[in-house]
Each structure stands twice: as C-alpha cells, then as structure tokens.
C-alpha cells in the first residue's frame, strides 16, 4: 500500500494544533449572527465548466465504474481549476492538500485537513464530484502518526454523491496528532442509485466558548421544496484562516414537499480554540428515490 505522505497537511496540523493554543481570548462571547447558506446550487457558469470538463476528461456514462487503486495523483490545471470554482462551502475550508486516486476519474477529488472535534484530533476526509452526473462512493481511510502508526479510520458511504457537492467524514485519531498520511484501503465508486436534491440552510451561531461549546441553530431544506431522505449534516467551525477548529453533526429526517427541517448542532471544544471561530461550513448529501 502506497503511504499518501503530504508535507502541506502536516504543516497546516503543526499550524492548527500548536498555533491555536498560543493566540488566547478569554470571556468572548460571539454576537448571534444570521447566515443564508446557499450550500448547493450550482451556478450556470459553473455548471458549464462542469459540463465541459465532464465531455473533455472523462465519459462519466461508460467510465462511471471504476476500482479503486492506491496510486494517487495531484489534480491537474483542468481538475483544480473547476475545483476552485465549485459554489459550495467547500472553499470555505483551508484544505491541506487535495489529490485523485482514481485513475479513470480524476474528477473525484479527495480532500484533506486536520481539524479539531471534542478536544481530540483529527483529520477532515472531504470527497467532491466534479462531474455533472450524480455519483455513487464508498471508501475506507486510515489516518497514520508521524511513525506510520495507524491512529484511526473512518468509511464514507455516498450512494448519490451530487455533481459539484462534498461528502465528509472525520477520521478521531484521539490524542494523537496525525501527520497527514491517509492510506485508503478502499474506494469505488458506480453510478448513482437515486437523484441528488440541492439543499440550502438558514443558520445562526450563538453561545459563549467558556461553556465549551457553541451552538448552531439551522432550518435545512430543499432548494425547490423537493421531498428528499435523511442526511448527516456536518457542521465545520472555522477560524479567519479556514483552518477546521469545531466539527458537529447531526442527522437530517426525511423532509417533505416544501418542508423545512428545524435543528441544533452543538459544537463542543476548548474555550481558547473556539473563541477563534470566524465562519461556518455545512456539508450534506440528502436525495430522492423517485
């Protein structure tokens, strides 16, 4: 197996984990503030990119079905450029490094940075769909110590990965900090078996970090009132920089024609480490059968 050794994540984790205790404010207690997260809608120029990457690297209806193999590879100029440009909150995140392990579909873009859950370690696996058919992923990821331990893994399972939309996973490597090194020990990915539904949330971030936690109050639907099936919305605190400093979830219900899905995630952590949040990122994949 090919260790994916990353110099770019390893130097963001000693940024993120050994800067963050350094920079202290004590007794902040962020004002409420209001969000409209148009997580999901693709706009047309982006759809055209989309689109014309799709017929000029790969044909997605013959070339959907691929094994996974352990030889990753950097994004080409094409990949990354389309990549960039994704109307998600994707770019939101500071990724410490971002590669294809696909050889027929350098379009499936892995992901990676560390991050920081419940005061433990971490790393954030990311999986986005550039292509303009929905997909079908599934894969298993091992987070590795800087002497090639394995310190904890994580599956990610997407049976309708949308076009231009992220899947995320948390792989807690507890209190031991990962060096960035992910070996996947599976992956593939066919077509779909549903429709992707686009989403967007109403969401507002209040709560004072010397409780150990913020508070993430959403209201999640579908973009043009779609009834759709459950999905983990994953919510990423974020500092000024992007860098990943809170990650909570929560399960979505199934929410019916024109429905909206009320909720709170409660993100917990340090009070030093969250009085630095300066953003949020959402992430989910909710579809329909029919």
Excluded: H
Excluded at 235 to 254: N, P, Q, S
């Amino acid at each position: 197996m090919k260790k994916l050794s990353v110099l770019a994540i390893a130097l963001a984790a000693t940024c993120m984990f050994s800067g963050c205790g350094k920079e202290t404010k004590q007794n902040v207690q962020p004002a409420e503030e209001t969000y409209k997260n148009t997580e999901s809608e693709t706009s047309e120029e982006c759809a055209a990119a989309q689109e014309e990457f799709s017929e000029e690297v790969v044909d997605t209806e013959e070339s959907i079905d691929d094994e996974w193999t352990d030889e990753a590879s950097e994004l080409d100029e094409e990949v990354a450029s389309v990549l960039a440009n994704v109307d998600t909150d994707y770019n939101s995140v500071y990724w410490g490094t971002s590669y294809s392990i696909f050889e027929d579909l350098p379009g499936v873009v892995v992901s990676i940075t560390p991050c920081i859950q419940n005061d433990q370690y971490g790393l954030l696996v990311a999986i986005t769909n550039l292509y303009s058919d929905d997909i079908w992923f599934n894969g298993s990821a091992v987070a590795l110590d800087e002497d090639g331990n394995q310190i904890g893994e994580t599956y990610i399972y997407e049976p309708n990965l949308g076009s231009g939309n992220t899947a995320v996973e948390v792989i807690d490597c507890g209190q031991t900090m990962p060096d960035g090194r992910v070996q996947w020990t599976e992956g593939q990915t066919m077509e779909a078996s549903g429709t992707y539904v686009p989403w967007e949330t109403d969401y507002s971030v209040s709560g004072n970090p010397e409780d150990g936690y913020l508070s993430v109050d959403y209201s999640f639907y579908a973009s043009d009132g779609t009834p759709c099936t459950g999905s983990t919305l994953t919510v990423c605190l974020l500092d000024e920089d992007g860098l990943v400093i809170g990650v909570g979830t929560e399960f979505i219900e199934k929410i019916g024609e024109n429905e909206k899905y009320d909720g709170t995630v409660k993100v917990y952590g340090d009070k030093d480490i969250l009085s630095l949040t300066k953003g949020v990122a959402m992430f989910a994949n909710p579809y329909t059968m029919e």
